[in-house]
Structure formats: structure tokens, C-alpha cells
């Protein structure tokens, strides 16, 4: 799998909007990059996905940089249970030993009321 | 239904017993995970079933043993568990194949197990 990099944590206020951050400078032309969240004590949740162009649904909204060397994550009001780990993973086609779904640390993102 | 149902949902055993975890969903999904999570830190890949059979295993210690007797379920057996096996075991499934990449995976909730 092609890695991600993402910081550790974030805080925001409710009703701000957030945008959390991920670089993944070696993604490949085939990977699309996925965002899941886990709240506390929950397994975790899809959130978005994209491939080249943002991509927007009604929990978040997902730019890509043009290079696909970076993305963001857009939460356009944080409300208090936004406050999850956010992760940021490469998918490419699910085939053999490529069938890996990893998870990095992801960024713990606190919402303060 | 787009729901991964996992059970039981918390469950104890000790060190000789035997005992399965079961995952199963109906989205007509092909690959299907295994994960451990232990208390802060993120979800560690086990094991990866394609279209029904093995197609990853991350050395995973022979203690924990995968079976994947349909497309829609997975089981995981545990056997002569050790107390740092405490974790929460989450099951995960999504489309296989050429474009499974385009496609999110959907998780269960888990079994919390402790083992004693």
C-alpha cells in the first residue's frame, strides 16, 4: 500500500468548519483515496472517496490536489460528534495481495463546543 | 442492508477454551477483513478473504485461524489464547476485484474481547 501522512491531532469549534489535512506524495495512478472515521467505542465509518476531481456527499466534502499528491478533508460545520479519529487510506483495485485495507495513525480531531 | 453484523458483541474466555467470532453481510460484497484493535491505536489487518478464500495474512500467530465458509460470512476461531489477545476484533467487507478501489469497505462493530 502507498502510504499516508497525516498530523496526530486537530481541535476546532462547533459549527466552524475543519479542514483536516493528508499527504500521500507516492499514491498511484489506480488508488483512490478514501476517508473513514471511528468514533469512540464504534467501529469505523466511510466517510468519502475520491479519484482526481473533490468529491462532495452529505457528511464531508473531499478536495484533491491536481498532482493527487495531497488531499483534504472539509467538514463544513463540526458539531461535537464530529470528534472522531479520521483516516486517511489509498485503494487501489482489491485484487490478491493487493487486497490490503490499512490503516496509519489517523488525526484525532476534538471539537470544542 | 448495508450492514457488516458481528457476534457476539463482547465476549470472555480463558486461556484453554475455544471459541468463534462471526461476521456476516449480505451486500453481496467479495472481500472481506479481519482486524485487531488494541486501545488507541488504529485497526491492524489480520486477515483478507477474496472471492472466498485467503488471500492475506499478516503472520498472524496459528492461534487465531479464518474461515470463510460462504461469501457472506466470516468466521474467526480462536484457540489457546494469551491475555495480550484483548483487543477488539472488527470484521470489514467491500466490493473485490478490479474496481473494489472505487468502492468503500463497511465495517461492523466488533467483538470486544478479553481474555482471562
Known amino acids: 500500500d502507498a502510504k499516508t501522512t497525516q498530523p496526530n491531532s486537530m481541535e476546532s469549534n462547533e459549527e466552524e468548519p475543519v479542514h483536516l489535512p493528508c499527504n500521500h506524495s507516492?499514491?498511484?495512478?489506480?488508488?483512490?483515496i478514501h476517508w473513514y472515521r471511528q468514533l469512540p467505542s464504534q467501529g469505523p465509518e466511510y466517510v468519502i472517496h475520491g479519484l482526481t476531481s473533490n468529491v462532495n456527499n452529505r457528511m464531508a466534502s473531499l478536495a484533491i490536489a491536481e498532482d493527487r499528491k495531497s488531499s483534504t478533508l472539509i467538514l463544513h460545520r463540526a458539531t461535537l460528534r464530529d470528534a472522531a479519529v479520521y483516516y486517511c487510506i489509498l485503494r487501489g483495485p482489491i485484487t490478491g495481495a493487493n487486497s490490503k485495507l490499512t490503516f496509519g495513525k489517523g488525526i484525532t480531531l476534538s471539537v470544542r463546543p | 442492508d448495508t450492514e457488516v453484523t458481528q457476534t457476539p458483541k463482547h465476549l470472555v474466555m480463558g486461556m484453554t477454551n475455544k471459541k468463534s467470532l462471526k461476521c456476516e453481510q449480505h451486500?453481496?460484497?467479495?472481500?472481506m477483513y479481519w482486524y485487531k484493535q488494541k486501545a488507541k491505536k488504529p485497526p491492524e489487518l489480520m486477515f483478507v478473504?477474496?472471492?472466498?478464500?485467503?488471500?492475506i495474512n499478516e503472520s498472524v500467530p496459528s492461534r487465531f485461524s479464518p474461515e470463510c465458509p460462504n461469501s457472506s460470512l466470516l468466521n474467526l476461531h480462536l484457540h489457546a489464547l494469551q491475555p495480550e489477545d484483548s483487543a477488539l476484533y472488527l470484521c470489514?467487507?467491500?466490493?473485490?476485484?478490479?474496481?473494489?478501489?472505487?468502492?468503500?469497505?463497511?465495517f461492523g462493530q466488533g467483538t470486544r474481547l478479553t481474555v482471562v
Open positions: 507516492t499514491i498511484s495512478g489506480t488508488d483512490y
Open positions: 478473504y477474496s472471492y472466498e478464500k485467503l488471500s
Open positions: 451486500m453481496g460484497h467479495r472481500a
Open positions: 470489514a467487507s467491500s466490493q473485490a476485484g478490479q474496481g473494489g478501489g472505487r468502492s468503500e469497505a463497511f
